[in-house]
């Protein structure tokens, strides 16, 4: 009884930012996103009789604490659906996500599990099944089940059985790009988690954030199916300054940027006065992505990687979906 699988990690364009049942990881609001090829896990599971209790290895090292304790709550989600609470398995996982990159490898560390997991327990589940599974171990890892662009639907029922992602475009539907502007930066003052929860507890922006997704998704699927990099990469880059906007209104305020993460959005935007057109979006932390398009990624690279403070610069294109190997 043994699968592996491979999945992407994704960037929201439209962010997800609060929740609205803590245990189930039910959103605020909807998301979308674009999977990138970049940036991946491999998991194998292997579930085995002898086995007492999971074990678990992330890149060649045997796990444990918190992270292990995830692991093994969400493979008791797949032994629950499969009704074999007994048996335990065997995860292999290997990441290919720099953690400095600012990509959060939950998205495809969890949609790799989920995906190698549930094919090797014997559970046949299609995409829409796989998205909410997935989304109970890291919300935005519903998303990674599909490539190309992605929506995660919020739902509306207390179970959570109408929240999982579905795909609004396929991986080769266009290309647009994103470059991962690394920059220098130590851990994390709010984590994401906690910076999330204060800001929907707190913050009196929080109600204008979640009151404007509905038109950003309206227009950003719009930009999407006109092929209209302008218009996609305005919503995004509004988008993210709003999701942000409303971490400086909570109580106590904080935010994730450095003095660098404005610099990389200064240039990005000089960067579109000279006529290249070119959009910043940022997750909950310092360092940015890019939006171009191809023809313009030498000048943008060079133009990034200029900039005092930037460590790196990572270039990605449209990801794939699930695979199984």
């Not at 998205?107 to 829409?128: E, K, P, V």
């Not at 509306?156 to 109408?162: A, F, P, Q, V, Y």
């Not at 709003?242 to 660098?260: I, Q, R």
């Not at 200029?306 to 990605?316: A, F, K, M, R």
Request: proline share 4%; net charge neutral; hydrophobic share 40%.
């Amino acid at each position: 009884m043994k699968a592996t699988a491979k999945a992407h990690t994704n960037i929201a364009l439209i962010k997800y930012w609060g929740k609205r049942d803590e245990a189930l990881i039910l959103p605020t609001n909807n998301s979308l996103s674009l999977t990138l090829d970049g940036f991946y896990t491999t998991t194998t599971v292997e579930f085995r009789e002898e086995l007492t209790q999971d074990i678990f290895y992330l890149n060649d090292e045997c796990i444990s604490g918190i992270p292990y304790t995830r692991v093994s709550q969400f493979l008791d989600l797949i032994r629950d659906i499969a009704k074999k609470p007994n048996l335990f398995a065997q995860v292999k996982s290997t990441n290919h996500v720099p953690t400095a990159a600012g990509f959060a490898s939950s998205a495809s560390g969890f949609a790799a599990l989920a995906s190698a997991g549930s094919q090797a327990i014997g559970l046949t589940l299609n995409d829409q099944e796989l998205s909410r599974l997935t989304r109970r171990g890291s919300g935005s890892a519903c998303r990674s089940i599909y490539g190309g662009f992605a929506e995660w639907d919020k739902g509306e029922k207390e179970d959570g059985s109408d929240s999982f992602a579905v795909p609004i475009a396929p991986q080769d539907y266009w290309d647009i790009r994103v470059a991962a502007v690394v920059l220098h930066a130590d851990m994390k003052k709010v984590s994401s988690r906690v910076g999330m929860k204060r800001t929907v507890d707190t913050s009196p922006f929080f109600k204008g954030w979640v009151d404007s997704i509905p038109q950003d998704l309206k227009q950003i699927k719009s930009g999407i199916s006109e092929r209209d990099f302008e218009k996609v990469g305005s919503v995004a880059e509004a988008n993210c300054l709003k999701m942000h906007a409303t971490t400086l209104g909570a109580n106590p305020p904080f935010t994730y940027w450095h003095d660098t993460t404005f610099t990389v959005m200064q240039h990005v935007q000089m960067l579109r006065k000279k006529g290249i057109p070119a959009y910043f979006t940022i997750d909950a932390g310092p360092n940015v992505k890019v939006l171009y398009l191809p023809e313009n990624e030498e000048q943008i690279k060079q133009e990034l990687e200029s900039i005092p403070g930037v460590t790196d610069v990572i270039l990605s294109k449209s990801g794939q979906g699930i695979t199984y190997i």
